[in-house]
């Protein structure tokens, strides 16, 4: 038998959106192309997609004036159950700058999180019996993210793709889809990372073999996940199959490159988080030449040579604000400001928008329920950040607004392929509400920058 323990390793993600029609495979029968609504020229020029590491919206922005947060989460009494009960509500505590170590934030730690819609299941994810996931961060801890939320657009429905994590996350960022992949890769000890090292392997759905009966099950085990645990995952689980971490599946890129449309994917080679180098194709075609080195897009800028369209992936460690490790949020802060600032100062800021999420939820506690698209997902909430001089202007005393749209990765490339009248790639970018709620083209730009300095961060 799996054990509860063994089976957190692995959790695939499914199900059926409450309340919308969807067809057997658990694809929505509605495929809305909603769009910005943009004047005859629309004046983006430059889409900028920062994808950051693990960090749910409660955890960063729960406290944050007029958004959809939370300052209390609920929990499970017996996460040794055979059936999880409802446990007592806790307060959120203050986060640290600096947590002790990660919490568990792949596919099952994000079903038992969501618990069927009831979101108690936070404090039964691994490594957290410390309860690190009912932290909270406000203005305090992250002014710079704050003052951009002041200024700009916070959306506050911004989910994430599937249940988690990292790997298929960012595959869900260039592809909208994963392949159906569930996990991260095993590591080995072997040079060289996803298509170039052959012994990786990682678990996915076989989508392209599923019956409809096969979907309907799994959602239904995704809806009830906690009832009988862990025999839930291990019923889901009989569905996956072994895949090598080296796949060919059609990314915006191509799309992008048949149009002549510049782009860069700017991330390390060998990364955990560089989607593309898992991407048979990418990695082994002239395409690879447009993945380069995340500091090279300063370089880029300065030089006047912004791509259309750009994926910015933070090196591991402080820039990606992962949890553990000694990760200090405060210099993954300053990171990003600085990569900001730069856009900010140059040539390219009146016709830029820029997108900045957190690839999974981290295993910190949010309390929205997210909407159930398909097996996969979608996952807890991210923080999200949309960052231009056309974004649309609220109540906030500095001009910001929050979004309650309800947007994916997808949507993101959504906005891309809206922008330059690509075709939708895959059901979920096909139904991806395009950040209409982000924008309003018919006002006048804010071009004046909002440059945020480096502040000195705390140890701990």
């Given at each position: 038998m799996l054990t509860a323990a063994l089976a957190w390793q692995f959790w695939p993600s499914a199900g059926k959106e409450r309340g919308q029609n969807q067809e057997p495979g658990g694809n929505p029968t509605d495929s809305p192309s909603r769009s910005p609504d943009p004047a005859t020229d629309n004046p983006i020029q430059h889409v900028i997609f920062l994808v950051k590491e693990n960090r749910s919206f409660d955890h960063y922005f729960g406290t944050y004036p007029g958004a959809e947060g939370a300052t209390q989460g609920g929990t499970i009494a017996d996460c040794s159950a055979s059936t999880f009960e409802d446990g007592p509500t806790v307060p959120l505590t203050k986060a640290p700058s600096v947590l002790p170590h990660d919490l568990g934030h792949a596919f099952a730690p994000g079903l038992y999180s969501i618990n069927g819609g009831k979101m108690n299941g936070y404090n039964c994810v691994p490594l957290g019996e410390d309860m690190m996931g009912y932290t909270q961060h406000s203005r305090d801890t992250l002014p710079g993210y704050w003052a951009y939320a002041d200024r700009f657009v916070l959306a506050d429905h911004f989910f994430t793709s599937m249940y988690g994590p990292t790997f298929p996350e960012h595959l869900y960022t260039v592809a909208a889809q994963s392949y159906g992949i569930v996990d991260n890769k095993t590591t080995t000890d072997?040079?060289?990372?996803?298509?170039?090292?052959?012994?990786?392997?990682?678990?996915?759905?076989?989508?392209?073999?599923?019956?409809?009966?096969?979907?309907?099950?799994?959602?239904?085990?995704?809806?009830?996940?906690?009832?009988?645990?862990?025999?839930?995952?291990?019923?889901?689980?009989?569905?996956?199959?072994?895949?090598?971490?080296?796949?060919?599946?059609?990314?915006?890129p191509d799309m992008l490159e048949r149009r002549g449309i510049t782009w860069k994917y700017y991330a390390n080679a060998d990364s955990w988080m560089n989607a593309l180098q898992a991407v048979r194709h990418v990695r082994s075609g002239p395409m690879w030449q447009k993945v380069r080195k995340p500091g090279t897009f300063l370089e880029d800028v300065r030089r006047g040579e912004l791509p259309a369209v750009s994926w910015l992936v933070p090196p591991e460690g402080h820039p990606n604000e992962h949890p553990g490790s000694k990760t200090n949020v405060c210099v993954g802060e300053n990171w990003t400001t600085e990569y900001i600032n730069a856009v900010m100062r140059s040539e390219f800021w009146p016709s830029t928008a820029i997108v900045i999420v957190w690839d999974d939820f981290g295993g910190f506690y949010d309390h929205v329920e997210p909407p159930h698209y398909d097996i996969m997902g979608l996952g807890p909430r991210t923080p999200a950040l949309i960052i231009s001089p056309w974004t649309k202007r609220g109540d906030n005393p500095d001009g910001g607004s929050i979004d309650k749209t309800v947007y994916e990765f997808s949507s993101v490339l959504r906005f891309i392929e809206n922008l330059h009248g690509l075709k939708p790639m895959t059901d979920r970018d096909r139904r991806a509400d395009p950040l209409s709620g982000a924008f309003d083209f018919s006002q006048e730009p804010r071009l004046d920058p909002l440059i945020i300095p480096p502040r000195d961060c705390p140890s701990s």
């Open positions: 072997h040079e060289g990372n996803y298509c170039d090292d052959d012994t990786e392997i990682t678990k996915r759905f076989p989508i392209e073999d599923l019956t409809d009966a096969d979907v309907a099950e799994i959602m239904e085990l995704e809806e009830n996940i906690t009832d009988e645990v862990p025999d839930q995952l291990i019923r889901i689980a009989a569905h996956w199959e072994s895949t090598r971490t080296c796949i060919d599946i059609k990314v915006l």
